[in-house]
């Protein structure tokens, strides 16, 4: 009896063990599924016009959101505008890219800054990166007005990057720069309110709020940086 009781006991173990290792053949290799990578682009900034100045900017597109950072070397103190411009390569240089369609002269801010309840200007107009003494500047942001690929509205993908010798007002649609940077220039002053000198007031001086004001031209001059937009491998 307790022979025939062990041989049963074996059998259904050996039963069990097929059952299971077939049931777990069955699982389809394809069903097994993980998240999709994050896509990244990077643009590789080479110099123009003998500028000297080398760079990168990298941006990974998370949950419908771009991160960004941009680093330029070897180059001068101060601030240098950036924009997106259409064109096939850093040797046939496009417009702006400009797909808002914005009219001429509406007042803005840079992507860098902008939000959905305060949208920029245009999202070819990054920003200024502020570059220090060394000669080096990084500038890092998050924008959901940019993509990599899908929508050609948003999409960065083969575009290009440009670096300029200034910074750039950002404050009206680039198309009206050539006439409007001065009224730009006078709105980023900080004006001296009218005041009353007590009698006895020791002789003063007031700053010169127009010394203060950085290098800044229409559209940030001349193209010192440039680099395609492209998927890293």
């Known amino acids: 009896m307790n022979i025939r009781y062990y041989v049963y006991a074996v059998l259904i173990t050996l039963i069990a063990a097929v059952y299971l290792g077939t049931g777990c053949e069955k699982i389809p290799t394809q069903m097994i599924t993980s998240e999709p990578a994050n896509k990244i682009a990077v643009a590789t900034i080479s110099e ?40 096939g390569s ?42 220090s003494e060394d000669g080096t500047g990084v500038l890092e942001f998050m924008t959901p007005f940019w993509s990599l690929g899908g929508d050609p509205n948003t999409d960065i993908l083969g575009k290009l990057m440009m670096i ?15 006439r409007n940077t001065q009224m730009d220039m006078n709105r980023n002053m900080q004006a001296i309110p009218p005041h009353f000198h007590p009698p006895g007031t020791p002789a003063h001086s007031h700053p010169n ?22 998927l890293r491998e």
Request: with cysteine; hydrophobic share 35%.
């Open 209 to 230: 709020v127009q010394m203060n004001i950085p290098p800044i031209l229409p559209g940030g001059g001349a193209k010192i940086g440039c680099g395609l937009i492209v």
């Open 164 to 178: 300029h010798e200034t910074g750039d007002t950002f404050l009206t649609n680039p198309h009206a720069h050539h």
């Open 48 to 87: 123009m016009n003998d500028s000297g100045l080398t760079g990168t900017a990298t941006f990974t597109e998370i949950d419908g959101v771009v991160h960004v950072t941009i680093e330029i070397q070897n180059t001068t103190a101060g601030l240098h505008a950036i924009h997106l411009h259409t064109g």
């Open 90 to 131: 850093c040797d046939d240089i496009g417009p702006h890219w400009h797909p808002m369609e914005i009219p001429a002269g509406t007042p803005g801010i840079p992507v860098v800054q902008a939000t959905f309840n305060t949208p920029p200007i245009g999202i070819g107009e990054v920003g200024n990166i502020s570059v």
